[in-house]
């Protein structure tokens, strides 16, 4: 059991558990608040996650890319430590888990009452699942034609946010893709951050991420434009939306995002890039709550 706890890679949950919560706060500071709604997409976007990571291992070690060279923790296929058919299974098996419980969650929120609704929800949801997988697997994976980030952002940020946000109110508000833009950035930081400390053997695999692309400096410069491009987008929507100074609490946070920038900045071994990965995943999640708590104390 332990090589497949090893498998789903638990460091990277509080960063989908962070879009998550920041789409309930969201709803709690619009007086909107459904918490068995929320408890059950936290349960699908932690089984997507693990998806992803399950698909990402497989992927990216029957393309070769996970070798000797690669700076990241060893993975299970790598390793040896689980088979690929195995691996298959697995992956089906969380991939039906995941509809299973994106289906329950849907149920639930709609009651069936807008078929369209509904149906819009579902196409998403397996739109998701298909973005889990198609990440590193198949002939056209799009993590290595540049586009990782683009889908990062977009489910990560606009689709977990304002979804989570819509599953909840049951109504939308243009303000919220403020709050979705920033953790969709954020998220993108964490990929972009990953591909910085892989860039040598990710080029050498032929993956072509936007490191690979645009290089190393400019992929540094890319990450300081994602943090300070996601902290004035959540600053924009709590000097829109509240008059209280409590949402501020998220400043709290602040020294952790510039220590991350200034680790980016100055580091010359990739390898050194690995363990900011938790880093400010953490520092994502503590700014996700201290939002939370913001809104709870207006």
Not at 25 to 47: E, K, Q, R, Y
Not at 171 to 193: C, K, M, Q, R
Not at 273 to 287: C, G, H, R, T
């Amino acid at each position: 059991m332990n090589k497949w706890i090893k498998a789903f890679r638990l460091r990277t949950l509080p960063l989908s558990l962070s879009s998550i919560l920041m789409g309930g706060f969201v709803a709690l500071g619009d007086g909107n608040s459904n918490w068995f709604v929320l408890s059950l997409a936290v349960l699908t976007t932690l089984l997507l996650q693990i998806l992803s990571n399950l698909a990402n291992d497989y992927g990216d070690f029957v393309k070769g890319t996970d070798n000797d060279q690669r700076l990241g923790p060893t993975r299970a296929l790598q390793s040896g430590d689980i088979d690929k058919k195995s691996m298959k299974r697995v992956i089906y098996l969380f991939a039906l888990l995941s509809f299973i419980s994106g289906s329950v969650l849907i149920i639930q929120s709609f009651a069936w009452d807008t078929l369209l609704k509904s149906s819009l929800f579902l196409l998403i949801g397996i739109a998701a699942i298909w973005a889990a997988i198609r990440y590193t697997v198949g002939v056209k994976a799009y993590g290595y034609s540049g586009l990782g980030d683009l889908f990062v952002f977009v489910f990560f940020g606009l689709v977990a946010v304002i979804g989570t946000y819509f599953l909840i109110s049951l109504s939308f508000d243009f303000t919220i893709v403020l709050p979705a833009i920033t953790l969709g950035l954020f998220s993108t930081a964490i990929l972009n951050l990953n591909n910085l400390r892989d860039f040598k053997n990710d080029k050498e695999s032929n993956k072509m991420t936007i490191v690979v692309k645009y290089g190393f400096a400019k992929s540094r410069t890319y990450h300081a434009f994602l943090i300070i491009g996601g902290w004035a987008a959540i600053i924009s929507y709590i000097l829109i939306k509240f008059s209280s100074f409590s949402p501020f609490l998220i400043l709290l946070s602040l020294p952790f995002f510039i220590r991350n920038l200034l680790v980016v900045y100055k580091v010359e071994d990739e390898q050194k890039l690995d363990p900011e990965l938790k880093n400010l995943a953490l520092s994502i999640a503590f700014f996700t709550l201290l939002f939370g708590l913001g809104i709870a104390l207006i």
